[in-house]
């Protein structure tokens, strides 16, 4: 499964990542950070398809996004 990382600690609140994620996996948090900002969370993990359009819309450059490298075919065989 693909994860996206959001740091809760510079997020702004801006929305951009939770608009622009076309699976929909990102949501407004209803706590607020230390700034006082409704930060964005991966509220559906399982949606996530690690696209990184979130992390490209990030004017706080504030979400980081870990994909799972695909096996290549010999590997696969091979196991």
């Keep these: 499964m693909d994860l996206c990382q959001i740091n809760e600690r510079i997020c ?3 929305e951009l990542c939770v608009k622009f ?3 929909e996996a990102l949501a407004m948090s209803e706590g607020r950070n230390a700034a006082g900002y409704h930060p964005a969370v991966l ?3 399982e949606l996530c398809n690690g696209c990184a359009l979130c992390a490209e819309m990030c004017p706080e450059t ?9 096996a ?6 091979a196991d």
Excluded: N
């Design 12 to 14: 702004k609140g801006c």
């Design 43 to 45: 509220a559906h993990p």
């Design 62 to 70: 504030g979400i980081t996004v870990y994909r799972r490298q695909k």
């Design 21 to 23: 994620c076309p699976r």
């Design 72 to 77: 290549r075919a010999s590997q696969a065989k």
